[in-house]
């Protein structure tokens, strides 16, 4: 593999992170928005996903920092 082979493989991969990140953050801003106004209860929530309650806590937790402008960014704590 030469050095520009590489480079864009790299780019690409780093491209994927991002979007990545992006689709993450969209998910748990719309699991935050349906489960702290109640629309959806946490339960199904954990049961569609996969995750934990915790995590879905977690979750929302980053959600209303983020809404309540405790946050510039929805990130949880890993």
């Given at each position: 593999m030469t050095d520009k082979q590489l480079a864009d493989v790299l780019a690409a991969y780093r491209r994927a992170e991002k979007a990545l990140d992006t689709r993450r953050d969209e998910l748990f801003k719309a699991i935050g928005e349906a489960v702290t106004t109640?629309?959806?209860?946490?339960?199904d929530v954990v049961k569609q996903m996969g995750y934990t309650r915790e995590h879905v806590r977690r979750i929302c937790r980053a959600y209303e920092d983020?809404?309540?402008g405790k946050t510039t960014e929805l990130k949880l704590a890993r």
């Open positions: 109640g629309r959806v209860r946490q339960s983020w809404r309540d």
